[in-house]
């Protein structure tokens, strides 16, 4: 099989305040986010490379994740890498076309047997004005 070509992990978390969260990793990161709405923030890493998102959720406890996912450079290396995991008898579920933090995307997902769940994925297009409402999207 061909190599995938992996950009860089992407961490989703569920905070209570975007603005508070953004203002705090701002200062982690040193860097500006690249995407900040009312319920939705994103910081585009380079050291270290991360996809890091914030999303605003009322009930954040202490499980504060939302997903993880690995960002790929093309919609082929996501269908590579969807055939991986099938290979490996895990069920995918596929989100193509689909429009998800503020940006067009090709996706697709697995849960891990705790319920954690894991998205390989390539933006289309970014920066759109709408959020999307996918069930994964995000969320």
């Not at 406890?61 to 997903?67: K, Q």
Request: glycine share 8%; proline share 4%; with cysteine.
């Amino acid at each position: 099989m061909k190599e995938i070509k992996i950009l860089k992990p992407h961490v989703a978390i569920n905070v209570r305040d975007v603005q508070r969260s953004v203002d705090f990793y701002r200062r982690m990161f040193g860097v500006e986010p690249v995407r900040v709405r009312a319920d939705y923030a994103k910081f585009d890493l380079d050291d270290p490379p991360l996809n890091f998102a914030l999303n605003r959720r009322a009930n954040v406890g202490d499980g504060a994740l939302s997903h993880l996912g690995i960002q790929v450079a093309s919609t082929e290396d996501v269908l590579k890498m969807r055939a991986r995991w099938e290979a490996a008898g895990l069920l995918t579920r596929d989100e193509m076309q689909t429009v998800c933090c503020y940006a067009l995307q090709d996706k697709v997902w697995v849960t891990d047997p705790d319920g954690n769940e894991w998205e390989v994925f390539v933006v289309l297009e970014g920066d759109l004005p709408e959020r999307g409402g996918t069930v994964g999207c995000c969320a």
